[in-house]
């Protein structure tokens, strides 16, 4: 995705684990995109957190702390 300048490479997981071999898709588009971009992986867990360097967070988090507020319903 790329939004302002910024490329982003955004993985979506449907478990409530994160692990380091979750992230070859989001390693892949490094190596085949040749340009600097942010990584980000989402899952089903409650924390975010970072694994092997990347982050790694919770689609709740996103919903709770970005999107509603975004969206004006807090």
């Known amino acids: 995705m790329e939004a302002d300048r910024e490329v982003w490479?955004?993985?979506l997981k449907a478990s409530r684990q994160a692990h380091p071999s979750d992230l070859r898709g989001l390693r892949s588009f490094a190596d085949f995109a040749g340009k600097k971009h942010r990584s980000l992986l989402l899952y089903l867990g409650?924390?975010?957190?970072?694994?092997?360097?990347?982050?790694?967070?919770?689609l709740t988090y996103i919903l709770f702390f970005v999107a509603i507020p975004l969206w004006g319903l807090v």
Not at 46 to 58: C, H, K, Q, S, V
């Open 46 to 58: 409650n924390e975010p957190r970072r694994i092997d360097g990347l982050m790694a967070t919770a």
């Open 9 to 11: 490479a955004i993985e």
